[in-house]
Every structure is written in structure tokens, then in C-alpha cells.
């Protein structure tokens, strides 16, 4: 009687296995069986159309995508941005898909290209759900819905990397532009916020103080060192790190690289021909 019952467990256990590996999809064909989206559907701010291959590996490249990054794509579509983040970039990643039908067939095709471990599509809508905790966030939605989400990207840590197929964001100029058979791909590094005033001191004693005038990435601002007031030059700005030059009270151009920590700066200061001191700055 109790060799009987433990058969009839084993066999429920067997039938069990199988029919949940012949659930498992194993390609897009069975993923589309209960739902077949179209290109130009209609979505709740903005129509389905997928970013081709070549692409989404292109903007992914552009971000520097790493197994260290976490990506979200917004608008996640058929899932395809977060799958390849994962596949091919060893990234984990998230989509954020407001069309349940369309997050059913994206999380299949996420079990259909074996990913399951590092990506997952939910449903939301983007301008409600939390994409903060994204290192590198993708998209391909339209220039008014970029320039509602501007406000919270600018938030996101500096050096976050923002990569967008198609449509630009006003006036915060791209970092860098891709393009692909006619169709643009578009990379911003969120920038440190670092507008005001600065007052430095490096090792070997120089003091001086720098204020800062920003616009996105891009810096403009002025040296003072004991009387003398000059313009910084070269000013870049890539998430965090910050580097600019400025001519001294004695003519000597100087090189300031640091790296930005809310108000405080650390990096190095070269005078031309010169040795490198460390130095501080904190903002007023
Ligand atoms: C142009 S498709 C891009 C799909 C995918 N990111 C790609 O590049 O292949 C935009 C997607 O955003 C979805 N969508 C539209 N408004 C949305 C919203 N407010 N929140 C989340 N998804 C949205 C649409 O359903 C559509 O799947």
C-alpha cells in the first residue's frame, strides 16, 4: 500500500514536470500565441514601434554598458532593450510597460531568451513608477514626453546615463550622437550639480575660489586668485568628474581635476611645467 501511494506522488511529480516544461516557450511564436502586437499599436502616450537590433546594441554601447549596471528602459515595448542589456551586456535591467498585453509577451520573451535571472518587465506607467535606482535608462518615446522626464533625470545621480532612440531633450545638448541607416541615437550623462560659489585650497598652499556658472553639462565661470579675476577655460563636466583651467595671479595657467561630492570637490591642481597638488573646494 505505501510503495503503491509513493508510485502515484512520483507520477504526479513526473506529469507536473512535464507539463511545465512543455508551458516553457521556447521561441517568439509561442510568446505571440495569445496576444500578436502590431507596429504603430497604440500606447498610452505613445505608439509601439521596436528600436531595430542594431540600434538598441548601439545605444546600449554608447552607455558603457556593464554587468555592474542596472538598466531600465521606459516604455519597455516587446521587452527587447532589457533583454539585450542583459544578453548581451550581462547588465541587469527592468522595463517599465504600460500595456498589460504587452508586458505578458515581453516577460515571455524574457524566459524565451533565457534571462529571466536578470530582467523583468512590469507594468506601469512611466511617469508614476520610481526609475531612480537605473545607472543607464533607455528610451524611445517622443520630445515632449523627454522633456517631461528631464526634470526627473537631471535629479538621478550624476553619471547616470541616459540614452534615447530618436528624440532629443530640448535645450540640454547630448554628450555624444550616434546614428544608424537614418536614425539617431542620443547619450547624456547626468551632471553633477555644481552651480555657485567655490572655495579651494590645494596642498602646496594656493588658494583661490571659483565661481561656477552651469547649464546642464556645460560650464562658464571665474578664478579668483589673490586680485586677479580670469575666466576658466575648457570646462567639462561628466557626471561627477569636473575639470577646468584658469590663468593665476601670475599668468601660470592652472589645471583643476576633481571629482564632485554634493558640496565639497577633491582632485588634483596642475600648474603648467608644474607638479600636481591635491586639492579640496567646498561650495559657499
Ligand atoms: C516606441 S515604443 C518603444 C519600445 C521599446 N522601448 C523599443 O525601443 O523597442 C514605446 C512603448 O512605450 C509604451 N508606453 C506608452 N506610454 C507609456 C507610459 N506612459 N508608460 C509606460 N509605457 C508607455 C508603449 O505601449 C510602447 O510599447
Same mark, same amino acid.
Given at each position: 500500500?505505501?510503495?503503491?501511494?509513493?508510485?502515484?506522488?512520483?507520477?504526479?511529480?513526473?506529469?507536473?514536470?512535464?507539463?511545465?516544461?512543455?508551458?516553457?516557450?521556447?521561441?517568439?511564436?509561442?510568446?505571440?500565441?495569445?496576444?500578436?502586437?502590431?507596429?504603430?499599436?497604440?500606447?498610452?502616450?505613445?505608439?509601439?514601434?521596436?528600436?531595430?537590433?542594431?540600434?538598441?546594441?548601439?545605444?546600449?554601447?554608447?552607455?558603457?554598458?556593464?554587468?555592474?549596471?542596472?538598466?531600465?528602459?521606459? *516604455?519597455?515595448?516587446? *521587452?527587447?532593450?532589457?533583454?539585450?542589456?542583459?544578453?548581451?551586456?550581462?547588465?541587469?535591467?527592468?522595463?517599465?510597460?504600460?500595456?498589460?498585453?504587452?508586458?505578458?509577451?515581453?516577460?515571455?520573451?524574457?524566459?524565451?531568451?533565457?534571462?529571466?535571472?536578470?530582467?523583468?518587465?512590469?507594468?506601469?506607467?512611466?511617469?508614476?513608477?520610481?526609475?531612480?535606482?537605473?545607472?543607464?535608462?533607455?528610451?524611445?518615446?517622443?520630445?515632449?514626453?523627454?522633456?517631461?522626464?528631464?526634470?526627473?533625470?537631471?535629479?538621478?545621480?550624476?553619471?547616470?546615463?541616459?540614452?534615447?532612440?530618436?528624440?532629443?531633450? *530640448?535645450?540640454?545638448?547630448?554628450?555624444?550622437?550616434?546614428?544608424?541607416?537614418?536614425?539617431?541615437?542620443?547619450?547624456?550623462?547626468?551632471?553633477?550639480?555644481?552651480?555657485?560659489?567655490?572655495?579651494?585650497?590645494?596642498?602646496?598652499?594656493?588658494?583661490?575660489?571659483?565661481?561656477?556658472?552651469?547649464?546642464?553639462?556645460?560650464?562658464?565661470?571665474?578664478?579668483?586668485?589673490?586680485?586677479?579675476?580670469?575666466?576658466?577655460?575648457?570646462?567639462?563636466?561628466?557626471?561627477?568628474?569636473?575639470?577646468?583651467?584658469?590663468?593665476?595671479?601670475?599668468?601660470?595657467?592652472?589645471?583643476?581635476?576633481?571629482?564632485?561630492?554634493?558640496?565639497?570637490?577633491?582632485?588634483?591642481?596642475?600648474?603648467?611645467? *608644474?607638479?600636481?597638488?591635491?586639492?579640496?573646494?567646498?561650495?559657499?
Amino acid at each position: 500500500m505505501q510503495v503503491r501511494l509513493s508510485r502515484i506522488v512520483a507520477a504526479a511529480a513526473l506529469l507536473t514536470l512535464a507539463a511545465t516544461v512543455a508551458a516553457q516557450p521556447k521561441s517568439r511564436a509561442d510568446c505571440e500565441r495569445d496576444y500578436k502586437p502590431h507596429v504603430g499599436q497604440s500606447g498610452k502616450d505613445v505608439v509601439w514601434v521596436p528600436t531595430p537590433d542594431d540600434l538598441v546594441n548601439r545605444m546600449l554601447k554608447m552607455a558603457h554598458t556593464t554587468p555592474q549596471d542596472y538598466v531600465i528602459d521606459l *516604455g519597455a515595448g516587446d *521587452g527587447k532593450i532589457a533583454i539585450a542589456a542583459a544578453k548581451q551586456f550581462g547588465a541587469r535591467s527592468l522595463g517599465i510597460e504600460y500595456n498589460p498585453d504587452m508586458v505578458k509577451l515581453a516577460n515571455c520573451m524574457v524566459q524565451v531568451e533565457g534571462v529571466a535571472g536578470k530582467t523583468k518587465i512590469i507594468q506601469g506607467d512611466v511617469f508614476k513608477e520610481d526609475f531612480s535606482k537605473a545607472t543607464v535608462v533607455t528610451m524611445y518615446l517622443l520630445p515632449e514626453l523627454n522633456l517631461r522626464l528631464r526634470p526627473i533625470i537631471l535629479n538621478m545621480k550624476p553619471g547616470t546615463r541616459v540614452v534615447s532612440h530618436q528624440f532629443t531633450m *530640448g535645450d540640454w545638448e547630448p554628450d555624444e550622437t550616434a546614428e544608424i541607416e537614418y536614425r539617431s541615437a542620443y547619450l547624456w550623462i547626468v551632471p553633477a550639480k555644481v552651480e555657485g560659489t567655490w572655495n579651494f585650497r590645494a596642498q602646496n598652499g594656493a588658494q583661490f575660489s571659483v565661481a561656477l556658472n552651469q547649464k546642464y553639462q556645460k560650464l562658464t565661470g571665474e578664478a579668483a586668485m589673490g586680485a586677479n579675476r580670469n575666466p576658466i577655460v575648457g570646462a567639462t563636466l561628466h557626471g561627477d568628474e569636473i575639470k577646468f583651467a584658469f590663468n593665476d595671479d601670475k599668468g601660470v595657467t592652472r589645471t583643476l581635476t576633481g571629482k564632485v561630492q554634493g558640496n565639497e570637490i577633491t582632485g588634483t591642481l596642475k600648474a603648467a611645467g *608644474g607638479a600636481e597638488a591635491k586639492v579640496t573646494g567646498t561650495r559657499k
